[in-house]
């Protein structure tokens, strides 16, 4: 899996930085998804989740990264990372 805050340690060689920002334009591009794209996504992720619980939206983490798949090899496939506070009383 692509390592995203990878991309912003001083640790990490230049050419390994590139490499990953390179993957991750790949990815992005592969699947046509723009920062637009991904941004809308989140949003109506965050509306249709915190209909059933209270989510943190401030540690929300939603990313494109590459998986592997047996029947179809190396596929884009969407990442999210929601903490919950508590669920919802539904009504």
């Given at each position: ?23 991750l ?51 884009p496939?969407?990442?999210?990372n ?10």
């Amino acid at each position: 899996m692509l390592d995203i805050f990878g991309l912003f340690s001083k640790k990490s060689p230049s050419k390994d930085v590139a490499k990953d920002r390179l993957k991750l334009v790949l990815i992005h591009d592969r699947v046509n998804c723009s920062t637009q794209l991904l941004e809308m996504l989140k949003v109506d992720i965050i509306r249709v989740i915190s209909n059933y619980m209270e989510i943190d939206e401030e540690e929300l983490d939603i990313q494109i990264s590459q998986a592997t798949s047996e029947i179809n090899g190396s596929v884009p496939m969407l990442c999210a990372n929601i903490p919950i506070k508590s669920m919802r009383k539904i009504q």
